[in-house]
């Protein structure tokens, strides 16, 4: 209790280890100034809460919330996943302070009450890839003007080194691993910052292909045929927008969700070498895009400050824009030179480490379907 007689009660679900140690799996917020706390709802996965073993040891404790980091233990309880199976509505732990139970007199420090338990199959990656998801990628290229002049070498889109530029680079090491996903090999490539003949309009999204009606290109060869044909017939100028390549591909992404299958995830392949001028709308784009089946990796090419683009990489905390919040993380950023000495292959595992949960919150979280059929293994041997 405080000076006052209330606490700031959270919990805290830890899991116990092979060694008798306990590994904490879930926190959850602090209710303040309260003896009656009243939690939101938690999703725990069970992997995390118990290793997927219904009689793993469960440890839970409730703490006294402190703002100089000395939370106090108001006390604890012991129960397993087999138990809470079991549990009826209403039910209650007792809390016990290990260094007052043996007090005379002594019960409890408080009870926690469990309104309700849910457990739900969640399906993994592996599932719905060998269900018939599909792996739709798409690719965003920086044409600006801050790039520098395509024909001088000191210019991040200059082609005549003997090492691939980095947007070369980039687009290689992520499609090669992309591609064994997708079938049918084809992969819209649009480019966004630079003037188009023969108007030498700015254009925020064209098709790198140079056909307006169908921006695919066939496998990554054809992407990187089709930029480097770009580079020698388009002007580079400004400024740096991405929400129309974003917003485009979410469309596309929407139109999948309308099936209310695991059918087709999108993942869009961002390269820019600076901060992006429509920030803003960006961020818009990508809260209304966290609710489709679509992954954004952004790379950032060359040496500029990248830090503003790292809240579009919301690890730590959701999204937000005004009322608005983003409903699940969908964007992984990085910038390239930091993969400079480890290779394209560590650069591509990097970017893509997130996409399997992402694609696994979309479809067992906000759409809640399985995967569209179970394989067939053929019969046992």
């Known amino acids: 209790k405080d000076f006052f007689g209330k606490s700031d009660p959270y919990l805290e679900f830890h899991r116990q280890l092979l060694d008798g140690s306990y590994s904490l799996a879930h926190r959850t917020e602090f209710i303040k100034n309260t003896l009656n706390p009243n939690w939101k709802p938690m999703k725990i996965n069970t992997r995390r809460l118990c290793d997927n073993n219904p009689d793993t040891v469960i440890k839970v404790e409730c703490y006294d919330w402190d703002s100089d980091g000395s939370h106090d233990l108001i006390g604890q309880f012991f129960t397993t996943l087999a138990e809470l199976e079991q549990t009826n509505p209403g039910k209650q732990f007792a809390l016990v302070h290990p260094k007052k139970k043996e007090k005379r007199g002594y019960r409890h420090s408080g009870e926690i009450v469990v309104d309700k338990i849910l457990i739900e199959r969640e399906y993994t990656f592996l ?64 480019g966004f910052g630079a003037r188009l003949p023969p108007a030498w309009q700015v254009s925020h999204q064209f098709s790198l292909n140079g056909n307006p009606a169908d921006p695919n290109c066939h496998g990554i060869q054809g992407i990187l045929g089709a930029y480097h044909q770009c580079i020698n017939s388009v002007q580079l100028y400004g400024p740096t927008n991405a929400s129309p390549i974003i917003g485009n591909v979410a469309t596309m992404a929407r139109e999948a969700l309308h099936q209310r299958q695991a059918k087709d995830y999108f993942i869009l392949l961002l390269l820019t070498d600076g901060i992006l001028t429509d920030m803003q709308q960006t961020i818009h784009m990508i809260i209304e895009a966290s609710e489709l089946p679509l992954s954004i990796i952004i790379v950032g090419v060359g040496d500029a400050d990248f830090s503003d683009m790292e809240r579009l990489d919301a690890d730590d905390k959701l999204l937000s824009l005004g009322n608005r919040k983003a409903k699940r993380d969908i964007v992984q950023f990085v910038p390239f030179r930091d993969f400079k000495n480890g290779g394209a292959g560590r650069l591509a595992a990097h970017v893509l480490k997130e996409v399997p949960s992402q694609l696994m919150d979309m479809y067992n979280d906000i759409l809640k379907v399985p995967p569209m059929y179970q394989p067939f293994y053929g019969p046992p041997t």
Do not use: K, M, W
């Not at 691939?164 to 992969?187: C, E, F, K, M, R």
């Open 127 to 190: 599932e719905y890839i060998q269900g018939g998801c599909l792996l739709n990628f798409v690719v965003g290229v920086d044409f600006t003007g801050s790039n520098g002049d395509p024909r001088d070498p000191s210019s991040l889109h200059y082609l005549g080194h003997a090492t691939p530029n980095q947007y070369t680079q980039a687009i290689t090491a992520v499609g090669n691993v992309i591609q064994d996903y997708d079938s049918d090999q084809l992969y819209p490539a649009f």
